[in-house]
């Protein structure tokens, strides 16, 4: 249990870095609807860290939370966008600074990713092996988000030219 309380501990981290990286890069675009989703993100990172705090509290007292963890499936990427879009009421536009932060953010989540794929492949506690499971699809739905906006601004820019 010791080691699987270590890794949710490293997990902790990797979460609260995630945070911080996309809040401070919504300052850094102008974009609206990517600012906007940078900020949701960052939202969905203090989620994962709550979930992760309530699973590592509730091996260390004997009790599973696995299941009802991996029962709150998030959105599709796409979704995710058009919802940000909705609430804007703004269309995304090219914004040149998403590319650098882009490249980073893709760079956190697939550590992530990698980190979790890795600890559900060597778990032996069935709960923590499918907690780490539902990690690696998070991570997954935040690279899938990245990508569809990264996809949306170059459509524009291919318009553009």
Do not use: W
Not at 37 to 54: G, K, N, P, Q, V
Not at 118 to 135: I, V, W
Not at 143 to 149: A, H
């Amino acid at each position: 249990m010791q080691n699987t309380i270590n890794v949710l501990q490293t997990a902790l981290e990797l979460e609260r870095r995630g945070r911080e990286f996309y809040f401070d890069s919504a300052d850094k675009v102008r974009d609206p609807v990517i600012k906007s989703a940078l900020m949701s993100l960052a939202h969905d990172e203090d989620e994962h860290a709550a979930m992760i705090s309530r699973f590592c509290e509730a091996m260390e007292h004997g009790r599973d939370l696995s299941d009802s963890q991996a029962s709150q499936v998030p959105h599709d990427a796409l979704a995710r966008i058009q919802a940000v879009i909705d609430q804007t009421g703004s269309k995304i536009s090219a914004d040149a600074g998403f590319r650098e932060v882009y490249e980073t953010a893709s760079a956190l989540e697939r550590r992530s990713v990698d980190f979790y794929r890795e600890q559900a492949e060597s778990a032996s506690d069935p709960g923590a092996k499918k907690f780490y499971g539902f990690l690696v699809t998070l991570e997954t739905i935040h690279m899938d988000v990245l990508q569809s906006l990264l996809e949306s601004i170059i459509a524009i820019e291919e318009e553009t030219h």
